[in-house]
């Protein structure tokens, strides 16, 4: 503003160092108290003579004085950088040169004052005010590059289209009412948080790149219109932009193709349904490019419909939400034949709703090539990711769920010529999966060739991972050709991994542990078509402190079980209780400890018990032994037993040679064995053939002893090793 200069002893007093004013200023003055130092030179000092020191400190004060004054008014100027070239710069002369404008001339070198028009610069800038109507506004303007300050209602009297070349600004007390007429903006558009726009009849804005509800006046009651008006105002690549509020809705909002909904935080945008069992958001059906963003979806709480849904997309191609939070509803996302789409970064949280109720995310039908990544979920009610009939090429990628009440990741085709394929489930964290069939991952009916890895699942109230078939399915319609693999699963109540009426599966390098009852499991259930468990290979697998490691029953037939490492089950390692065709190739029971008879009498020298059903209808085991006998003392005698048959492979005799044993048990019946056995004791070689009535469903003992006949002599067992065939 203007400054006014104030007069000692009339407009103000000082005092020591206080001023005091006659009338004090007004709280929109500002005062400033600067000090002026005059320009003189007041001492006067006789040459000859030595001026006090007074004098002296005198003078230098006043020349910080002014060497003071004239930084501050330096601070107050224009200044060129240091690093210019520039000198002496001068000014043109305002009297020179009255109403015009200064600037850098064009060789940079100087200053100039010029007419803006005549140097082709024109600032043309118009309030609507200005004039007596829009139309009045716009017949003046024309295409001319023009920026218009909207401070007063415009009324539209017919469909109305302003140029790209007119940049509206919108000010307080600036709108348009556009009655039953239509407004197309196709230039720049900029308004406040407020409304600008009064639609009460059938008009419609279009054109903007960016659009607020609260532009057509939010109130809190069905802010569905608003937000639907603003999405549909939106030209290709626009975003309805949502504030830090909660929007009602009373109905669906629309989404057209090629429209972002964004919002400003997942919990600070919010969505609240307010009328009962509608869909939140629905991207247009078979629409494209659209994307939902950081907002927060809250269905009726309690929930009073099972129809409530977030969002809910049919055959939308590259649907991408993402940092949203959904709260209090049935469905939270549903993709129904979307293709190219994505749910990433979002949390899920007490999904609720009727027992078949309450799944955060949910692929429907023929759903292809959707990714949900990086998601957190909590208290689900039913599962928080399903894969229905027909998905394929997905990805369910590190989520981490916590609390389900059903299944946490399930996948499920019953239609017999739509499968789920090859779809990827990795690298999720699923923990505390509850109810009578609390699940981690369970892949059902007709899903072949997908993969599970990587997987963490711990404490789950059946299984950790299953694949189920339908007993009533031809045998091609069940899951077939997946893969497990790298998963660990933790405390499953009932199985770590399950295979029940699947084929062709790979199950390797898992690790489960700590389970109630079987580790990995291969069986079948019903006596159709179906009930069958077809080639599944089990392998490089480790299960430790469960009930049983693995099991094999049913018609389970060809399955393949190789280097899997099996420790402290509680029951059995191998539990082979069914089956054909079982091939168990691995190391049973390894001991390279020393193991000594000495003394008189009968001594175990190495002894393992083979569970039952281990063997299998058509299986075998190899048993290799070694060792020494020191001392020539008397005979030493060694016995082979498979449980009561007794082979005496070493007769008595007195030496003192190495020794070897290698028995193979072939299982040609349930309690019918073939032995055929060879020893060494150091210069001679024995063999032999024997049969056996050992029942192989009972636990059965596989041992060596050994006897000296006279005490100071000792037999030592130093390997002895049992492997299934």
């Known amino acids: 503003g203007a400054e006014t200069a104030q007069t000692l002893d009339v407009d103000y007093t000082i005092v020591s160092s206080t001023v005091t004013y006659s009338v004090a200023p007004g709280s929109a003055y500002k005062v400033v108290i600067r000090r002026v130092t005059p320009y003189t030179q007041e001492a006067s000092w006789v040459a000859g003579s030595a001026p006090p020191l007074s004098a002296y400190e005198s003078a230098f004060d006043k020349l910080t004085y002014l060497t003071q004054d004239l930084n501050e008014r330096l601070e107050r100027s224009i200044l060129l950088p240091k690093t210019t070239t520039l000198s002496n710069l001068v000014f043109p002369d305002p009297a020179d040169y009255p109403g015009l404008y200064l600037r850098n001339n ?10 803006l028009g005549g140097s082709g610069l024109t600032i043309n800038v118009h309030k609507l005010s200005d004039y007596d109507s829009l139309d009045d506004m716009l017949t003046d303007l024309g295409s001319t590059e023009t920026t218009v300050f909207v401070d007063t209602v415009g009324t539209l009297t017919a469909d109305t289209t302003f140029p790209s070349t007119l940049h509206i600004i919108m000010l307080k007390g600036g709108a348009f009412t556009l009655g039953a007429y239509d407004l197309t903006i196709n230039g720049p558009f900029d308004a406040s948080v407020s409304q600008v726009f009064n639609c009460a009849s059938s008009g419609v804005v279009k054109g903007l790149s960016e659009a607020r509800p609260e532009w057509w006046g939010i109130d809190g009651t069905a802010d569905d219109v608003q937000i639907n008006a603003a999405a549909a105002s939106l030209t290709a690549g626009g975003v309805v932009i949502l504030s830090k509020r909660d929007y009602s809705l009373d109905a669906t909002i629309s989404i057209p193709s090629s429209v972002t909904l964004r919002g400003v935080g997942r919990k600070a945008s919010r969505l609240v349904i307010n009328t009962a069992g509608i869909v939140a958001v629905t991207p247009v059906t078979s629409g494209s490019d659209i994307a939902i963003e950081d907002l927060g979806i809250t269905g009726t709480n309690p929930i009073t419909s099972n129809n409530e849904k977030g969002i809910y997309a049919t055959t939308v191609t590259r649907l991408h939400v993402r940092g949203c939070y959904f709260e209090h509803l049935p469905y939270s996302v549903k993709y129904d034949g979307c293709i190219r789409s994505s749910v990433r970064e979002c949390d899920f949280e007490d999904t609720a709703g009727a027992a078949s109720q309450g799944t955060a995310v949910l692929l429907g039908a023929d759903a292809e090539e959707i990714i949900v990544a990086n998601n957190t979920f909590k208290e689900i009610n039913r599962h928080a990711i399903y894969l229905s009939t027909g998905t394929r090429n997905s990805v369910i990628t590190s989520n981490v769920i916590e609390g389900c009440a059903n299944v946490a990741i399930a996948m499920n085709s019953e239609d017999t010529d739509n499968p789920n394929a090859y779809n990827t489930i990795s690298n999720n964290t699923i923990r505390n999966i509850t109810g ?18 990587g997987n963490t699942i711990e404490t789950v109230s059946q299984y950790g991972i299953a694949l189920e078939g339908e007993q009533t399915y031809a045998l091609a319609k069940n899951p077939t050709g997946n893969i497990i693999t790298g998963n660990t699963i933790i405390a499953p109540t009932s199985t770590g991994i399950f295979i029940n009426n699947s084929h062709d599966t790979l199950v390797n390098g898992n690790t489960v542990v700590s389970g109630v009852g079987t580790g990995i499991a291969v069986s079948t259930s019903g006596s159709d078509t179906g009930s069958y468990s077809y080639r599944n290979r089990i392998v490089n697998n ?23 490492n099996l420790y402290n089950n509680t029951t059995n390692a191998y539990y082979l209780a069914g089956g054909t065709n079982t091939r168990l190739e691995e190391v049973f029971y390894q001991s390279f400890a ?49 449980h009561s048959t007794a082979i005496t492979f070493h007769v008595a005799a007195n030496n003192t ?69």
């Not at 064009?106 to 007419?115: D, K, L, Q, R, Y």
């Open 436 to 453: 009578a069939t609390g699940r981690g991952i369970s892949v059902v009916d007709y899903s072949i060739h997908n993969t599970i890895i």
């Open 657 to 725: 040679n190495d020794w070897y044993f290698e028995a193979e048990i072939v299982n040609i019946a349930d309690n019918a064995q073939r032995i055929s056995w060879r020893g060494w004791d150091g210069t001679t070689i024995t063999q032999g053939y024997e049969t056996a009535t050992q029942g192989t469903t009972s636990d059965r003992t596989v041992r060596l002893t050994g006897t000296c006949a006279n005490g100071s002599d000792v037999i030592t067992q130093t390997m002895f090793q049992v492997d299934r065939f």
């Open 542 to 564: 480790i299960v430790s402190t469960c009930k049983r490691g693995i099991s094999v029953s049913g018609n389970a037939d060809g399955t393949f079980l190789n280097a899997n």
């Open 106 to 115: 064009s060789s940079g070198t100087g200053i100039e004052a010029v007419n």
């Open 594 to 642: 020393n193991h000594s008879s000495s003394g008189t009498g009968e001594d175990t020298l190495g002894t393992t018990t083979i569970p039952a059903y281990y063997m299998g209808a058509n299986g075998g085991l190899r048993v290799t032994a070694a060792g020494t006998k020191t001392g020539s003392n008397g005979n030493k005698t060694i016995i082979f037993y498979w």
